[in-house]
């Protein structure tokens, strides 16, 4: 069926460092692709969105890469901070249902000081 | 302040015994869902409303039912709650279903013994 795939599960960098979360999805008619930031015992909080128009979108330290001919898409993160320590989540429309956002499965990750 | 607003924040029921969980939104949204999130299997769509009087099944609406009845209310009801469905529970809003990001509430953590 439709999915969204998310890898790594679990990332640990320094901080400082970049990290670079991927994920693939199977609707080649997705057209807009949302990435969430949960915080411990919060909701999901939309961090930064690509439509599939532009190939890259930056705000500040996040930017999100789109490769249409390959179906996937990433979350970069440069100059990781404590504060960025979450899980997160990408997604995307799945067109033969309806557009319902499909989740993957989760990043937790982890900016050790 | 724009946000999703969801009721309880936490409740332990046993088996059988019926709740309501609120939801409300103040942006004028259309679009409404419910999401549940177990560890390991992220965020899955329970039930989703297009608009007043417009509802659907996600991809496990076993055991749950919901009402739009007013647009800015969403309420998840679970007629008999059973020990699986204990989980982490969500609302979600958005302008449109298509392209537009999710607003998500801050959860509610449901135990069913």
């Not at chain 1, 199977?26 to 532009?54: C, H, M, T």
Request: a positive charge; hydrophobic letters at 30%.
């Amino acid at each position: 069926g439709e999915n969204v795939e998310q890898h790594p599960s679990t990332l640990s960098v320094q901080e400082g460092d970049s990290a670079v979360i991927k994920c693939t999805y199977s609707d080649s008619a997705s057209n807009y692709f949302p990435w969430y930031k949960q915080e411990l015992g919060k909701g999901p909080q939309l961090i930064i969105d690509i439509r599939s128009n532009v190939g890259e979108k930056k705000d500040q330290r996040i930017a999100v890469t789109l490769n249409k001919t390959a179906k996937h898409f990433s979350l970069h993160i440069t100059e990781t901070q404590p504060e960025d320590s979450a899980v997160y989540f990408c997604a995307a429309p799945m067109k033969s249902s309806g557009d319902k956002l499909t989740f993957g499965t989760g990043t937790r990750l982890a900016v050790r000081p | 302040e724009a946000q999703v607003t969801q009721n309880p924040r936490y409740l332990i029921t046993v088996t059988g015994k019926k709740l309501t969980v609120t939801c409300s939104q103040n942006m004028n949204h259309e679009y409404m869902s419910w999401y549940r999130q177990d560890p390991g299997l992220g965020l899955r769509q329970i039930y989703y409303s297009m608009n007043v009087e417009v509802t659907d099944k996600g991809d496990v609406p076993e055991g749950y039912k919901v009402s739009r009845k007013e647009k800015r209310n969403f309420p998840l009801i679970l007629e008999s709650p059973s020990p699986n469905q204990t989980s982490l529970y969500f609302c979600a809003s958005s302008l449109t279903r298509e392209g537009s990001g999710q607003y998500f509430g801050p959860g509610t953590r449901l135990t069913v013994t």
